[in-house]
Structure formats: C-alpha cells, structure tokens
C-alpha cells in the first residue's frame, strides 16, 4: 500500500489504533493462540501509520491529549 490516506480515514485509523492494545500488553495468556495473529495486525496498523508520515507512538497523545502522559524528550 503506497497511496496516502486522505483526512478522515487516516484520523478513523489513529482513533481505532489509540483503542488497540501495546504489543507490549499482547501475551499468550491473554490472546491465547491467536497472540500472534493480534501482533501482526498491530504491526499492520503501524506501518500504515508509518506510511501517512505519522509516528504510531504520539498518536494516543494526540487522540486522547488529557488522558496521556507529557512527552519529555
């Protein structure tokens, strides 16, 4: 996929990833077998991201900005 997103399907896909969990939080015994198949939609997800120049990782600052953490970098 090399086309960009337009406006709104790119902000749906930043709503619908800040609800997704951290692959960090993605265990077998919490998924089950599926785990991996989970994982791989994430990484899905954030090469998307990746591609609409955005950085999956300040997408929940920028969706949920009072319920986020300050950056201090």
Same mark, same amino acid.
């Given at each position: 996929?090399s086309?960009?997103l337009?406006?709104?399907?790119?902000?749906?896909?930043?709503?619908?990833?800040?609800?997704?969990?951290?692959? @960090? $939080?993605?265990?077998?015994?919490?998924?089950?077998? *599926?785990?991996?198949?989970?994982?791989?939609? @994430? $990484?899905?997800?954030?090469?998307v991201?990746?591609? *609409?120049?955005?950085?999956?990782?300040?997408?929940?600052?920028?969706?949920?900005?009072d319920?986020?953490? *300050?950056?201090?970098?």
């Amino acid at each position: 996929m090399s086309d960009k997103l337009n406006d709104e399907a790119l902000m749906a896909l930043k709503i619908a990833f800040s609800y997704m969990p951290k692959a @960090i $939080e993605v265990t077998k015994y919490e998924y089950g077998d *599926n785990y991996q198949h989970v994982l791989q939609h @994430i $990484e899905t997800v954030r090469e998307v991201l990746l591609l *609409n120049d955005v950085d999956p990782d300040e997408v929940d600052g920028e969706i949920n900005p009072d319920t986020s953490p *300050n950056s201090c970098y």
